[in-house]
């Protein structure tokens, strides 16, 4: 079956490290989008890519950063000069121009930094 | 997303009752879409609405997309316990498909 696969499903870090969550998806996607959820709030876009080697910045990427090497996968990377990166993450992906498809969500990664 | 406007924010309701869950946009809508979600889990899709004064139905919910398509409105008919969630509504603010902009969520438990 197609899906998106996001991992690790928990991931703990100490303050000041960088760590990369992982979304891959078998959809044929053009597109893949990253979402940060806070408790009891909606989600947030942190960047999205329409297509390979290309991507663009949502309304919170500071200190985050992600690649798209393929199109399969789109990596996120929370750097250290993310403030507060403790929450839930969320991968997605839709079909390129797609604005009449919804978007297909994986099932998330809580990041736990101290 | 202030672009989007959930209401309520959390809602408590007795077992077999009925309830509405509204979301609302100060731009035009190109399309709506309405997500569940388990805590710590993914979003599941629902519905999608793009046409003003669309209403679909699947099982007991039914979204509706007013004619203005700005305002939309999610229904449940005699709640049950698996209808307990998160609730988010999400939207596309233009037709180039790129950003899905969201909700804060409306947070429903039910009483059995």
């Known amino acids: 079956d197609g899906g998106i696969t996001q991992s690790p499903k928990y991931l703990f870090r100490k303050e000041g490290q960088n760590v990369t969550l992982s979304c891959e998806q078998n959809?044929?996607?053009?597109?893949m989008y990253w979402y940060r959820q806070d408790p009891g709030q909606g989600l947030r876009l942190i960047y999205y890519s329409q297509i390979v080697n290309d991507f663009q910045k949502g309304d919170i990427a500071e200190g985050y950063s992600v690649s798209r090497e393929k199109k399969e996968s789109f990596p996120l990377t929370v750097t250290s000069a993310q403030k507060n990166p403790t929450a839930f993450y969320l991968c997605?992906?839709?079909?390129?121009?797609?604005?009449?498809?919804?978007?297909?969500f994986g099932n998330g990664t809580r990041l736990t930094v101290t | 997303s202030q672009e989007l406007e959930q209401s309520p924010q959390s809602l408590i309701v007795q077992e077999g009752k009925n309830l509405t869950i509204n979301c609302t946009s100060s731009?035009?809508?190109?399309?709506l879409y309405w997500y569940k979600q388990k805590y710590g889990e993914g979003l599941i899709f629902l519905m999608m609405?793009?046409?003003?004064?669309e209403e679909k139905s699947h099982e007991k919910i039914t979204a509706k997309l007013d004619e203005k398509k700005q305002q939309s409105s999610l229904h449940i008919t005699a709640s049950q316990p698996s209808h307990a969630g998160i609730y988010l509504c999400g939207a596309d603010h233009n037709n180039a498909g790129n950003m899905l902009t969201f909700g804060g969520g409306t947070r429903l438990m039910v009483k059995p």
């Open positions: 731009k035009t809508l190109y399309g």
């Open positions: 959809l044929n996607h053009d597109a």
């Open positions: 609405l793009q046409k003003g004064g």
């Open positions: 997605a992906s839709r079909g390129r121009g797609s604005y009449n498809s919804p978007l297909h």
